[in-house]
């Protein structure tokens, strides 16, 4: 008899339970059906094919557009038993060869290509003489122009039905966006696929938004509560990721540059650290991330704001895949708009394009100004209700104070109309605070009837105003990119008197309340044992755990968490299992692993004893 779905998940992958819909999935796919998958990082998907895979005759192929993830997904069924393989350029020629003779053979149960590859004749003829149990595209959102990833020959893919109509396929994408989804389905004709459609929720991880008035010491602090742990800074720009890695480095933290700039061997050289050793922090610009699914990775930290929502979303989610606590911490300031604008009005994209980029910065702002729930925010962004407040993010934790600014509000906005709409922020708080500075005398501002009515607030407490108006919708930044502002038609109804406005309190910061309320949130209290809570006693434990780990990781060439998985560590650690029968019900630890480790393992749990 064959093995059943939850006889493999057990065996093969040593987990007790299917999570959420993998189950429906799997056995939608072995009874040869067509499914779309949507499930955020670190939901699961993976498991989605290879289940299924395993279940079915023939071997199934996997369409993945990253060498890194192939090589990372291979090797990790390899440990588990899998007979999976991958064929993309980093294999010589006599390499290629065996996999496809192995294919040819019927010996595979997993062979993972890259679309270039997978369309080329050669290799769809290979296909036509070997058995194919099913189709994974993975990473299906690279068929969209609108999303970030966009790859031409993903488009060719829906070739595949017409070539093999017979043979499942499965499309699986952490992007949730109902446009980006109703694109797969056109593009790879999945019109009768089945939809699965996840929570989005990311519950493990938690979100923390604050203003950058000194990064440097910001950050330090943020990171003295992640001493050891596995992060990824992300920075705007290359130099800026150039200065941080190194000052980090300096403060004797293991950190490292990753952006396009960097030549190609430099980059696979950090990537590879990163992935193989504990405690590497990397500091990079969006070029990092996709296709990196290191499982333990504790912080996701931003020095500036990220271009969207899904992008903010995404590269926060890179944090906790396994399920174990992480923190998304953000800092970023008004200049970030700026910036941001510009990039986007000097981009050489289409006007349309551009517009759409423009609206995702300014919900993105309003998700960083927001007061309430930061989670309902962001899953109100995929579409999703979720039923608040999540009691894990800043707001939840500490909520912020919220002040009658309608008065001040009038004030800034009649100053920008006053004013000809056509400066930035600087220049009229100027106004509004009776600065006569030199461009304020030569444009005659200071005969303006709106000079000096602000003068009781001081320029940081005026930039907050202009910041949460912006995010409110109250002033919009000019497409150009120039940093000017202009009234909306929301605008004229504060200025008409018709509407409250309400801000946060920040514009008068209070140092001391300010550190105690930042250090009530998060994993950021060392002696709490970093994030995942290890308690003194078990400090000496864990260490031989992890250096044990590391070891048998190094002489197989792997990375650390292909032997095992921090939760799988931690398990262990919890459970200090005495013997091979209790060592096997410890979640992670399949067969193969189990005959593989199990005795080292123990001996280090039971030396201690
Ligand atoms: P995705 O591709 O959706 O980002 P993965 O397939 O990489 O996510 O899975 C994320 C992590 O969760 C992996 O480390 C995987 O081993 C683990 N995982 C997946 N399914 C289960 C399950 N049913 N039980 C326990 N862990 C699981
Ligand atoms: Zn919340």
Same mark, same amino acid.
């Given at each position: 008899?064959?093995?059943?779905a ?11 339970s299917?999570?959420g819909?993998q ?6 796919l072995?009874?040869?059906g067509?499914?779309?998958?949507l499930?955020p990082?670190?939901?699961g ?10 279940l079915r005759?023939?071997?199934?192929i996997v369409v ?9 997904q291979v090797?990790?069924l390899?440990e588990?038993?899998v007979?999976a393989a991958?064929l ?5 020629a006599?390499?290629q060869?065996?996999v496809?003779?192995?294919?040819l ?14 369309l080329?004749g050669?290799f769809l ?5 070997t058995?194919?149990?099913?189709f994974?595209i993975d990473?299906?959102h690279?068929v969209?122009q609108?999303?970030?990833d966009?790859?031409?020959e993903?488009r060719?893919?829906?070739i595949?039905h017409?070539?093999f ?8 994408t952490?992007t949730?966006?109902?446009r980006t989804?109703?694109?797969?389905v056109?593009?790879?004709?999945l019109h009768?696929?089945r939809?699965?459609?996840a929570?989005f929720?990311r519950p ?27 992060g ?16 980090l480095a300096?403060?004797?933290?293991e950190?490292l ?14 990537q590879k650290?990163f992935?193989r ?5 990397m500091v990079?610009?969006v070029?990092f991330?996709?296709g ?8 996701v930290?931003h020095?500036?704001?990220?271009r969207s ?5 995404q ?8 399920g174990l606590p992480?923190?998304a911490w953000?800092?970023y ?18 006007d349309e394009?551009?517009r +759409?980029?423009r &609206?995702? !910065?300014?919900?993105l =702002?309003a998700? /960083?100004e @927001?007061?309430d729930?930061?989670?309902?925010l *962001? ?5 999703e ?12 934790i500490?909520?912020?104070?919220t ?7 009038q ?5 920008v109309y006053?004013?000809?709409?056509r400066?930035g922020?600087g220049?009229v708080i100027d ?12 444009l005659h501002h200071h ?8 003068a009781?607030m001081d ?5 907050? +105003?202009?910041r &949460?108006l !912006?995010a409110?919708? =109250?002033l919009? /930044?000019? @497409?150009e ?5 202009? *009234?909306t038609a929301a ?7 018709g509407?409250?406005?309400?801000l946060?309190?920040?514009a008068?910061?209070?140092r001391?309340?300010?550190?105690r309320?930042d250090?009530?949130?998060?994993a ?7 994030s995942l809570?290890?308690?003194?006693y078990?400090?000496?434990?864990w260490?031989e755990?992890?250096?044990?780990r590391t ?5 197989q ?6 032997v ?8 262990m650690?919890?459970?200090l299992?005495?013997?091979?029968d209790?060592l096997?019900t410890i979640?992670?630890?399949g ?13 280090v ?5």
């Amino acid at each position: 008899m064959n093995p059943s779905a939850i006889d493999l998940l057990q065996s093969v992958f040593g987990y007790p339970s299917f999570r959420g819909q993998q189950q429906a999935v799997v056995e939608h796919l072995n009874d040869g059906g067509d499914a779309l998958v949507l499930m955020p990082t670190g939901g699961g998907k993976s498991l989605c094919y290879q289940i299924p895979a395993l279940l079915r005759q023939g071997t199934g192929i996997v369409v993945s557009p990253l060498i890194a993830l192939m090589q990372d997904q291979v090797d990790a069924l390899r440990e588990a038993g899998v007979a999976a393989a991958y064929l993309n350029s980093s294999l010589g020629a006599d390499e290629q060869r065996e996999v496809e003779r192995q294919l040819l053979a019927g010996e595979l149960n997993l062979l993972y290509v890259a679309p270039e590859r997978l369309l080329t004749g050669r290799f769809l003829g290979l296909l036509e003489r070997t058995e194919v149990a099913l189709f994974a595209i993975d990473e299906a959102h690279c068929v969209s122009q609108w999303g970030h990833d966009f790859r031409p020959e993903y488009r060719e893919l829906a070739i595949l039905h017409q070539r093999f109509p017979e043979v499942p396929r499965i499309a699986l994408t952490a992007t949730a966006d109902p446009r980006t989804r109703d694109e797969i389905v056109e593009r790879l004709s999945l019109h009768n696929a089945r939809q699965f459609v996840a929570s989005f929720d990311r519950p493990n991880i938690g979100y923390r938004v604050g203003l950058r008035h000194n990064a440097k010491r910001q950050l330090t602090e943020f990171l003295q509560g992640h001493e050891g742990e596995s992060g990824i800074v992300y920075c705007l720009s290359r130099k800026k990721v150039d200065d941080t890695a190194e000052w980090l480095a300096e403060l004797g933290v293991e950190a490292l540059p990753y952006h396009a700039g960097l030549d190609a061997a430099t980059r696979a050289k950090n990537q590879k650290r990163f992935l193989r050793e504990d405690g590497v922090v990397m500091v990079a610009t969006v070029a990092f991330g996709m296709g990196i699914d290191k499982p333990d990775v504790r912080f996701v930290a931003h020095l500036d704001l990220p271009r969207s929502i899904e992008g903010y979303y995404q590269e926060t989610g890179r944090g906790g895949r396994d399920g174990l606590p992480a923190e998304a911490w953000m800092i970023y300031g008004l200049s970030d708009v700026v910036t941001m604008s510009q990039m986007i009005a000097q981009s050489e994209s289409a006007d349309e394009r551009k517009r +759409v980029e423009r &609206q995702k !910065l300014e919900s993105l =702002l309003a998700y /960083a100004e @927001a007061t309430d729930c930061r989670r309902q925010l *962001l899953l109100g962004a995929f579409g999703e209700t979720y039923p608040g407040p999540c009691g894990h993010c800043d707001n939840c934790i500490a909520p912020p104070k919220t002040w009658d600014a309608t008065v001040p509000a009038q004030k800034a906005l009649s100053a920008v109309y006053r004013s000809g709409q056509r400066f930035g922020s600087g220049h009229v708080i100027d106004i509004l605070r009776g600065e006569e500075t030199e461009r304020v005398l030569s444009l005659h501002h200071h005969q303006l009837s709106t000079f000096g009515i602000g003068a009781e607030m001081d320029e940081k407490q005026w930039r907050s +105003v202009f910041r &949460q108006l !912006l995010a409110a919708g =109250l002033l919009e /930044a000019d @497409a150009e990119g120039y940093g000017t502002l202009r *009234l909306t038609a929301a605008s004229r109804v504060v200025l008409s008197g018709g509407q409250l406005v309400k801000l946060r309190e920040d514009a008068r910061p209070e140092r001391g309340s300010r550190r105690r309320r930042d250090s009530k949130i998060g994993a950021s209290d060392k002696s709490s044992g970093g994030s995942l809570g290890i308690e003194a006693y078990e400090q000496s434990m864990w260490d031989e755990l992890r250096a044990l780990r590391t070891q048998l990781a190094k002489q197989q060439g792997v990375p650390p968490y292909v032997v095992f998985h921090d939760a799988t560590l931690l398990a262990m650690l919890r459970a200090l299992p005495a013997n091979e029968d209790e060592l096997a019900t410890i979640s992670g630890v399949g067969e193969a692993k189990l005959k593989r480790y199990g005795r080292d393992f123990l001996a280090v749990i039971n030396a201690q004893e």
